[in-house]
């Protein structure tokens, strides 16, 4: 039995859930994110919330349902809270600057790199070496922050690059005479 999936997902006020069938529509002062749910997935919504069930016994109903009772409840945070991921940028020269439409990057090439927000998330640049990425969609604001990250990741020996603001980079030692 699934651990996650037997927990109903609470709804904060604010928030409305509309269900019809499989789709899902939740609603909140953020935006409005929807999901069609799994069909080996059973919705209900209750008094408490939102309620998920298996439809059969099969190893991929079971699997289904902790996964659509978590994408739910990231629905349902994501539009009452929002997500967000600070990214650093460690580096001599490194630099970040947000405007409306485009995070521009100094990252030790020759030349600046330009990411274009989508829409639905913002980007501000605290200080020129902080980045913060807020949004409702967690998939969306993860995706994002992994893809800046990926222009460039630390390196293990001096520490430089784009890291996350939770993140521990291992330190190596240098070459030895």
């Known amino acids: 039995m699934s651990r996650v999936g037997k ?3 609470p709804i904060p006020s604010g928030v409305t859930v509309d269900l019809q069938g ?15 749910v799994h069909d ?29 009772r ?11 809270d929002g997500f967000t991921i600070n990214l650093e940028i460690n580096g001599v020269g490194y630099r970040a600057q947000a405007d409306a439409k485009n995070l521009k990057l100094q990252l030790g090439f020759s030349h600046d790199v330009e990411v274009p927000i ?6 501000k640049a605290v200080k020129p070496t902080e980045i913060e990425i807020t949004g409702s ?15 460039r990741p630390p390196e ?10 939770t993140e521990t980079i291992r330190r190596k030692e240098g070459k030895k005479k």
Do not use: C, H
Not at 70 to 80: F, W
Not at 118 to 123: S, V, Y
Not at 137 to 151: F, H, N
Not at 156 to 165: A, L, M, R, T, V
């Open 70 to 80: 978590n994408l739910a409840r990231n629905m349902v945070r994501g539009v009452s």
């Open 118 to 123: 989508p829409a639905g998330i913002q980007i």
């Open 40 to 68: 080996d997935v059973e919705v209900t919504k209750t008094a408490e919330g939102l309620s998920f069930k298996p439809r059969g016994e099969s190893r991929r109903a079971r699997m289904q349902w902790g996964t659509a």
């Open 7 to 9: 927990n109903p997902v």
């Open 22 to 36: 499989q789709a899902l529509k939740v609603k909140g002062k953020r935006g409005e994110l929807s999901l069609v």
């Open 137 to 151: 969609d967690r998939q969306k604001v993860g995706q994002l922050a992994a893809e800046i990250r990926s222009l």
């Open 156 to 165: 293990p020996y001096k520490g430089k690059g784009i890291k996350y603001s």
